[in-house]
């Protein structure tokens, strides 16, 4: 259920990203936005099961989750300060709110697509043979992103292409069926429900770039460093589903299936192609390792190239972002988007 996966460039997200930070204050109540995906579903479950109500008590807060069904206006409107947080990817959060100025912490590394998103040909053939032909996909998307990596592990560029065609994802099943069409890059459901067509080839998916369409719960940084019992609040919570999920409930399995639309079984089949950090020990290590500052660096020269890093971005470096250790990519002096693992270290020590 990644459909809502993608940013645009709109005239509402350049006035979003135009709003004022959240103010650095401590408070007792917050908001929290989230989307449709798999790797988000547990928000919604903590919200109906009254877990993330019984953390935030423990704390002495109040925290709402709010979903909302356009995952761009999500984004936009904590970007002007509507929430203290929301799920995005790696890639969103850098190009709307860090690009827009607002200091954005990673509060939860969640899981990264790992073969939830495909490129896929009609007929036989192999990332070559898309040399030539028409694209069709989500323009300035996760899909686009995808298409740019696949192309270059074949010594390809974009420019080898016919042309990349913008395609509504609501369209794009019933695109592939036409004759115009010759390939396409989506996500799941519509991955599964392409591949079932026998003419369709599976040329390259999210699991061959492991870890780089990672999938975060974010918060406003000044309202974190105000508030450090909100993260502990927002990080037990989660880790509380994650261990009922990595035991297989199934009523809590079930729960999230029906809210996200689909069965038992469906859900878990999105399940098997999300690298789920069911263990917060596991998302420290990941958020630690040396391969994110480099995954960083090849999305803010996507974005950069694609001119969405940012209004008036005069490089892939415009916006800085600093690892846990302290490091940075990008300007050291316009340091807007943070992976911070203090509080998935406290989960991950029973410290919270």
């Known amino acids: 259920?990644?459909?809502?996966?993608?940013?645009?460039?709109?005239?509402?997200?350049?006035?979003?990203?135009?709003?004022s930070p959240l103010s650095a204050q401590e408070k007792t109540e917050f908001r929290i936005a989230w989307s449709i995906y798999v790797?988000?579903?547990?928000?919604?479950?903590?919200e109906e099961s009254g877990i993330m109500d019984k953390w935030a008590e423990k704390y002495g807060f109040d925290i709402e989750i709010v979903q909302i069904n356009d995952y761009v206006e999500s984004i936009n409107q904590y970007t002007a300060g509507a929430f203290d947080g929301v799920s995005a990817t790696n890639m969103d959060t850098l190009s709307i709110p860090a690009g827009g100025g607002v200091d954005t912490t990673a509060l939860i590394v969640g899981d990264f697509s790992?073969?939830?998103?495909?490129?896929?040909?009609?007929?036989?053939?192999?990332?070559a043979s898309l040399a030539g032909k028409p694209v069709n996909l989500v323009e300035l998307s996760v899909s686009h992103y995808l298409l740019a990596r696949a192309l270059d592990s074949a010594g390809l560029r974009e420019a080898?292409?016919?042309?990349?065609?913008?395609?509504?994802d609501a369209d794009m099943v019933a695109a592939f069926q036409t004759d115009d069409v010759e390939a396409v890059v989506t996500w799941n459901p519509l991955v599964?429900?392409?591949?079932?067509?026998?003419n369709a080839t599976k040329l390259f998916d999210s699991s061959d770039i492991p870890g780089e369409i990672i999938d975060l719960m974010v918060v406003n940084t000044e309202t974190l460093a105000a508030n450090p019992d909100f993260g502990k609040a927002m990080v037990g919570a989660w880790y509380e589903v994650m261990n009922?999920?990595?035991?297989?409930?199934?009523?809590?399995l079930t729960a999230m299936a029906e809210a996200s639309g689909t069965d038992l079984a469906g859900y878990k089949a999105q399940l098997a192609s999300t690298e789920m950090?069911?263990?917060?020990?596991?998302?420290?290590?990941?958020?630690q390792s040396a391969t994110l500052p480099e995954t960083m660096v090849s999305v803010a020269e996507f974005l950069f190239d694609k001119g969405i890093l940012g209004e008036g971005a005069p490089s892939a470096d415009f916006v800085g972002i600093v690892y846990p250790d302290g490091s940075n990519t990008g300007d050291p002096n316009n340091?807007?988007?943070?992976?911070?693992?203090?509080?998935?270290?406290?989960?991950?020590?029973?410290?919270?």
Not at 4 to 19: D, K, P
Not at 39 to 46: I, T, V
Not at 118 to 126: N, P, Q, R
């Open 1 to 19: 259920m990644s459909a809502l996966r993608h940013f645009a460039i709109s005239a509402a997200t350049i006035a979003a990203v135009l709003g």
């Open 39 to 46: 790797g988000w579903m547990p928000w919604g479950y903590l």
């Open 114 to 127: 790992n073969g939830n998103d495909a490129v896929i040909l009609k007929g036989d053939g192999d990332l």
């Open 160 to 168: 080898d292409l016919a042309s990349v065609i913008n395609t509504s």
């Open 192 to 198: 599964s429900a392409i591949l079932e067509d026998p």
């Open 244 to 252: 009922l999920m990595a035991a297989g409930d199934e009523a809590v």
């Open 277 to 287: 950090f069911y263990d917060p020990a596991e998302a420290v290590a990941f958020t």
């Open 335 to 352: 340091v807007q988007f943070r992976f911070d693992t203090t509080y998935m270290q406290m989960a991950a020590d029973g410290a919270l």
